[in-house]
């Protein structure tokens, strides 16, 4: 098997490549003078490719749909495509009539290049439904647990609304003590979402936010403001897709948090943890 990486994800290609000994081919990632992407494997010659290739921008998808295609024009007769972070994953469902499941849309471009696909912790794992190749869908929480602090104090681990509850159960198991709860968020619109927060007690606690994903951080970024003004000792956000788009690094520093933990999915000054294991697992 020979690992064939998306520009962004390099460096989780080499920590899937020391996990299962697999080869790791070198793409050449080039861009025409009428901004038209070039990704390209020379060199590759192997019966089975795996691509992983996050996609959080619009050049990411074509840049690897286009390595599929490579890496089949080479004479890959089996193709596995890990998806580290799905972009367009949380468009699950048409926000009004006229306007696309652009889940879906993304997933049939990608289904054809590939005969396998890999999901690491999609925002809802229905989305794995849309392709037409068989999907393993791989929940990589657990491993948030490794960088937070070893003494947090009486920890409470948080998710910003009741679905990811089971996200921060995740990590409180994995990290082996303290109590889970959750915050009540309501969405008004794409950009907009407001917090209210929950009955549990977190006056004097290290408090840890578990999600699945930091955007815009404007929902952490509330969050954290709140149990600050309820007597948080530290607080902490530890997410699996650290998107971190715009200013919400800012947002999150502005409202007093202590850290930022991620995973290697997106690569980000903040992942801190790789997914490596938990894919090397089903590959």
């Known amino acids: 098997m020979t690992i064939v990486p998306g520009s962004a994800s390099q460096a989780l290609a080499a920590a899937l490549v020391r996990e299962t000994g697999a080869d790791l081919a070198t793409p050449t990632y080039d861009r025409f003078p ?28 074509v840049e690897l749909l286009q390595l599929q295609d490579a890496v089949r024009e080479a004479g890959a007769s089996e193709v596995t495509t890990v998806l580290p972070y799905m972009g367009y994953a949380r468009q699950d469902r048409a926000f009004e009539a006229g306007h696309p499941v652009s889940a879906r849309a993304v997933a049939r471009a990608i289904s054809p290049g590939t005969d396998r696909v890999v999901l690491v912790t999609p925002h809802e794992a229905a989305v794995g439904d849309f392709f037409d190749v068989p999907v393993d869908v791989v929940d990589a929480a657990d491993v948030l647990a490794g960088p937070l602090p070893d003494d947090l104090t009486d920890p409470l681990f948080l998710s910003p609304d009741a679905g990811a509850v089971a996200l921060a159960e995740t990590v409180r ?37 578990v999600d699945d994903i ?47 933990v991620g995973t290697d999915t997106l690569e980000r000054d903040v992942s801190a943890v790789s997914v490596a294991p938990v894919v090397a697992d089903v590959l």
């Open 34 to 61: 009428d901004g038209e992407t070039l990704a390209a494997v020379p060199g590759f010659d192997d019966d089975r490719a795996t691509v992983v290739a996050a996609t959080p921008s619009n050049d990411a998808l």
């Open 214 to 260: 930091i955007a815009t951080g404007s929902t952490m970024s509330e969050a954290v403001a709140a149990l600050g003004d309820r007597g948080a000792a530290r607080v902490f956000a530890a997410c699996v897709h650290p998107l971190l788009a715009r200013n919400a690094r800012t947002k999150l520093e502005s409202a007093g948090i202590e850290r930022v």
């Open 173 to 209: 198991d994995a990290y082996g003590r303290g109590t889970v709860d959750h915050f009540e968020k309501t969405r008004h619109s794409g950009t907009e979402v407001t917090i209210e927060p929950s009955d549990a007690d977190a006056d004097g606690r290290d408090v840890v936010i």
